[in-house]
């Protein structure tokens, strides 16, 4: 079993509709998770962090985390065009504390 | 403007040879880290460094070394040892990776290494 599972894509939404990402984690004792933007061929960028239960919002962008599940999601809403990237979530695991990345879910917007 | 400098931008790698991409922040971080991105990968960590002369190894450090003599620069040597060398290498920060609020991680725009 993989530490970080996302589905790699692409998913495909009208712009203006939800865009839902979706993200599952092994280590149950995690307590930072984070996703990153990356568009193509750059570095990525943090778009969101939330460290407890319950959704965290941020303009269009909302993250749920049920740790109970090991579950973490994005929800962006009224996409746009230029949302179109690949999201990558990031975990925290105990021990090591070290991030562990998904290997991204690619996300494109169509007009 | 403050941030990290990754250079080259691209890099050749002939066979046997060894190779160092160039890491540099002003923003004062503690931690500096080394992540490997294959096409359609996630980012798998090389090495990482939470202080000045003290390094860590991450997932896939066989055939890559590092040094932090200052706690601005932290560059990576791809070594001959490393088969399969043809990535992109992110280089990125952290203010401090122990304190919750501090440990997002800040990137470099990357290198992309290529053999020849």
């Known amino acids: 079993q993989k530490e970080v599972e996302q589905n790699s894509g692409p998913l495909s939404v009208p712009e203006g509709a939800i865009a839902s990402l979706n993200c599952t984690y092994s280590?149950?004792?995690?307590?930072?998770f984070f996703w990153y933007r990356q568009y193509s061929g750059k570095s990525p960028e943090l778009i969101m962090s939330?460290?407890?239960?319950g959704d965290k919002e941020d303009g269009r962008f909302t993250a749920q985390l049920n740790k109970a599940s090991q579950y973490v999601s994005l929800l962006i809403r009224d996409s746009q065009p230029s949302d179109s990237a690949t999201y990558l979530c990031?975990?925290?695991?105990?021990?090591?504390?070290?991030?562990?990345f998904g290997t991204g879910t690619r996300l494109l917007v169509s007009p | 403007d403050g941030g990290i400098t990754q250079s080259p931008k691209y890099l050749f790698r002939k066979e046997g040879q060894n190779v160092t991409l160039s890491c540099e922040q002003n923003?004062?971080?503690?931690?500096m880290y080394w992540y490997r991105q294959d096409p359609g990968q996630g980012l798998r960590l090389i090495y990482y460094s939470q202080i000045v002369n003290d390094f860590q190894k991450g997932d896939i450090a066989e055939g890559y070394s590092v040094s932090r003599e200052k706690k601005e620069s932290f560059p990576l040597t791809v070594t001959s040892a490393q088969k399969n060398p043809t990535a992109f290498y992110l280089c990125a920060s952290s203010i401090d990776p122990r304190k919750a609020e501090d440990e997002k991680l800040f990137f470099g725009s990357g290198t992309q290494l290529s053999v020849l």
């Open positions: 939330i460290y407890s239960n």
């Open positions: 923003l004062n971080h503690d931690a």
């Open positions: 990031a975990v925290k695991n105990t021990g090591f504390q070290k991030l562990v």
């Open positions: 280590d149950r004792g995690s307590q930072s």
